[in-house]
């Protein structure tokens, strides 16, 4: 079997038994990062002018968003938070600039006014093209989903800043879309009073995640937000080489700082 396989297995596993309602992706785990490892595209305009993306790393980029595509149309419960759905749009708007701009100096050959390509960088280019056209269903499936469902933005804004707020001072973060995200996944928990599950590449979650529940654990006033946690309705899905597995529950959280009960991969 394959690494992408085997990887794609250790999720599915996940999902077939039902340790959340609902799974989010995150943007670090879908599409070209979705079974990738090392492999994923480099997205820079001026690599892609000059060539230097890999046929590997194209493969393995195009293999990897088709397998995340239907993954997300196998099971009616993968979703994406409106935060996932901003960054895969830039990614999209991005993409197609890589594109157009691909081989734009590089391995041309030229005879009077006719510019040619080499049959090699053609190919490239085109399966650059289906993992843009891909990704672009991706999202339009995403946010038909996320259209279809009534989560209001009152509590959302709420839990979003005491998400931030319990973030330390010290971190150094180029933006919260992380933070955002788990608001997004806590909100829906709470609200739908179901099992919500991040999938995601980043190590940066269960940080937020443990940060948020320190903060409300002594806070009467987010008696309901706690509770809610602590009743393990929110779950970090980790994807490394060897595949995904569940590296923390909500309900693991020891308000007395001792050592998180850690999770083996499956």
Request: net charge positive; glycine share 4%.
């Amino acid at each position: 079997m394959s690494s992408q396989k085997t990887r794609l297995k250790s999720l599915k596993d996940l999902v077939d038994t039902k340790i959340a309602d609902h799974f989010t992706l995150d943007s670090s785990a879908l599409g070209t990062h979705f079974l990738t490892n090392g492999n994923s595209l480099r997205l820079d305009l001026s690599l892609a002018r000059n060539n230097n993306l890999t046929p590997l790393e194209i493969r393995e980029s195009l293999q990897s968003t088709e397998a995340s595509l239907e993954f997300i149309r196998e099971y009616s419960n993968i979703g994406a938070t409106g935060t996932v759905l901003e960054e895969l749009a830039k990614k999209i708007e991005f993409l197609n600039l890589v594109v157009k701009t691909y081989a734009g100096r590089k391995n041309r050959v030229s005879s009077r006014n006719q510019t040619t390509f080499p049959a090699a960088i053609r190919k490239q280019k085109k399966s650059l093209n289906e993992i843009l056209q891909t990704e672009k269903e991706t999202y339009r499936l995403f946010k038909d989903r996320l259209d279809r469902e009534e989560l209001g933005d009152d509590v959302l804004q709420f839990i979003e800043g005491i998400v931030v707020d319990a973030q330390s001072p010290n971190t150094c973060a180029k933006n919260y879309n992380d933070e955002r995200i788990v608001s997004e996944s806590i909100h829906r928990a709470y609200l739908n009073d179901e099992r919500v599950a991040i999938i995601t590449k980043d190590f940066r979650f269960k940080k937020i995640l443990v940060a948020t529940q320190q903060a409300v654990s002594s806070d009467e006033n987010l008696r309901l937000i706690r509770d809610c946690l602590l009743q393990g309705k929110l779950i970090i899905i980790f994807g490394e080489k060897e595949g995904f597995y569940k590296r923390y529950c909500s309900s693991e959280f020891n308000p007395n700082h001792s050592k998180i009960r850690a999770y083996t991969p499956l």
